[in-house]
């Protein structure tokens, strides 16, 4: 007899709901950890295999556009394999392509290893997703999206400590080997908690060709925002790049429509609620990947923090999202999931408003409560959205609306990731052009600036011959570091306005929520 979920439930009682939740967890908190963990060490990457950043991003970039598209491999591992096999299978594949990590040679054998790194942790979310909510009963559902919201949103965050803290006291090539523990302990709990296949059901053919153009797509739409302002954003190469992503993603749409097993089931897109909740998924992921690089970036670049140091500004937030996931779930099953998510955006909102105001003299501990307000809008927002979602699916298009959402909220992760990146550095640029514009001989705080340096140069004992350019450089520091900080202060405020934006489709769900009701 195989281990469905009526005979598990009968062997652990009702603690089996915890079992699975853990199990799961592991997984995917090991998994997820990869997605940030490797930011930190882009300049070791740079320096150990002798390539600029243009190349280096890739060890970012690879691994999540691949991890969007592996949200649309769930439905399939669940039909051929079941959970329990399916799980299993992922966290192989996951430890060859760290091991791919590990041990690369050039920065094309590591982006390799990242993408196979992607691919599982992508589809390891939604398999887990629907797991958990098969196990608890309807009532208590919110709950079950909360804590599993816990996984998805503590990983990106420790990501940046733990990684800085390898790279500080280990090598890079650490970095990669971290989640290795928790993937074993999801590999063996899972070979006795996870749900095994009970129907003989062949599994529907996979459309391999399908899953190769939207990733391939991707990669075009990524390396445009990525590099579009180094390249031009209108050079021939930026526009062939764009058009060819355009293209492909517009043809992966066209095949969906068509096929009778889609990848993306289209379809769910028809129910008002799903969407809704879609939409709002879209702006969650590209906060939460968006904040989640933007704070630890800005106070190493602006701030002078060292990788350890600016991975622990996150860290107050995550053990508050631990403990605060458990009610916001249950608030997501007696409170209208719609007022919840706006109340969450509003917050997040507030909480990007404040960074914006950060800069140098900005507290530690400010910045961390600052991070933490925004990661108390998150909270409310992720179970809410999920069982929104999954509320309004019939039992057989749980698995695709699972898939569905979290393909759609990383895909906004991944374009918040890139979006912002290229809006802080366009707009880094015109205040480094502006201020510069500036520096002229009838600028009286330049000149002061420039003769207390010099002062200070000439006490210290520095030739006279170095004065002059030495003053001349430190201007010129100043000046960029100011518009570092207006370019990170511009990048909070452009995210603000993108959760207060998102409370158009979060007021449509609780519309398309009455109308049902």
């Known amino acids: 007899m195989s281990d469905s979920v009526e005979v598990l439930f009968e062997r652990y009682g009702p603690a089996y709901r915890w079992l699975v939740i853990f199990t ?106 629907v797991t958990v909510f098969g196990v608890f009963k309807p009532d208590q559902r919110g ?5 599993f919201g816990m996984a998805i949103m503590l990983a990106p965050g420790l990501g940046p400590v733990v990684g800085g803290i390898a790279i500080d006291h280990l090598s890079w090539r650490h970095i990669f080997l971290i989640p290795l523990p928790l993937c074993l302990l999801g ?12 129907d003989g059901r062949k599994a529907p053919p996979f459309d391999f060709v399908a899953l190769g153009v939207l990733v391939s797509g991707l990669f075009c739409i990524l390396s445009y925002i990525a590099n579009g302002h180094r390249f031009g954003w209108i050079s021939n190469q930026s526009l062939i790049t764009l058009l060819g992503g355009c293209a492909l993603l517009s043809a992966f749409v066209w095949t969906q429509l068509k096929a009778e097993e889609p990848l993306l089931d289209l379809s769910l897109f028809s129910n008002p609620q799903f969407t809704s909740a879609v939409a709002v998924g879209v702006v969650f992921g590209a906060g939460n990947f968006g904040v989640s690089y933007a704070v630890p970036v800005f106070v190493q670049t602006v701030q002078g923090f060292t990788a350890t140091k600016a991975g622990f500004v996150l860290v107050p ?7 605060l996931f458990s009610f916001t779930g249950r608030l997501a099953d007696r409170v209208p999931n719609d007022l919840l998510i706006m109340f969450g955006l509003g917050t997040f909102a507030a909480g990007a408003l404040l960074m914006m105001g950060a800069d140098v003299n900005t507290p530690f501990w400010s910045v961390v409560i600052f991070v933490m307000i925004g990661r108390f809008g998150q909270s409310l927002i992720l179970p809410a959205m999920n069982a929104s979602a999954l509320r309004s699916m019939p039992p057989d298009k749980l698995n695709r609306a699972s898939g569905g959402i979290n393909f759609m909220r990383q895909f906004g992760g991944a374009l918040g990731i890139n979006g912002l990146v290229a809006f802080m550095e366009q707009r880094t640029l015109i205040y480094s052009e502006s201020f510069a514009a500036t520096q002229t001989a009838g600028n009286a705080a330049s000149r002061e600036l420039l003769q207390g340096v010099t002062g200070l140069l000439n006490e210290s004992g520095v030739p006279e011959a170095a004065h002059s350019p030495g003053a001349l450089y430190y201007l010129g520091q100043v000046v960029q570091a100011q518009a570092n900080t207006l370019g990170f202060q511009d990048g909070f405020l452009i995210l603000a306005v993108v959760f207060i934006l998102a409370m158009i489709p979060a007021y449509i769900l609780g519309k398309a929520r009455t109308t049902k009701v």
């Open 143 to 147: 709950m079950a999206m909360g804590i």
């Open 317 to 323: 937030a995550g053990i508050m999202l631990m403990c």
């Open 187 to 198: 590999f063996v709990l899972g070979n006795f908690f996870m749900p095994e296949k009970t």
């Open 24 to 129: 799961g967890m592991s997984g995917v908190i090991a998994m997820v950890l990869s997605a940030t963990i490797a930011n930190v060490a882009v300049p070791s990457v740079m320096g150990a295999f002798g390539v600029g950043q243009d190349q280096a991003q890739w060890m970012a970039t690879a691994f999540i556009a691949t991890m969007t598209a592996g949200q649309l491999l769930s439905a399939y591992l669940i039909a051929a394999f079941g959970q329990r096999l399916g799980f299993s299978l992922l966290i192989i594949v996951f430890f060859v392509g760290t091991m791919i990590a590990v041990t690369s040679t050039n920065i094309t054998v590591l982006s390799i290893g990242r993408m196979i790194q992607g691919v599982c942790a992508g589809a390891v979310q939604p398999l887990v997703l």
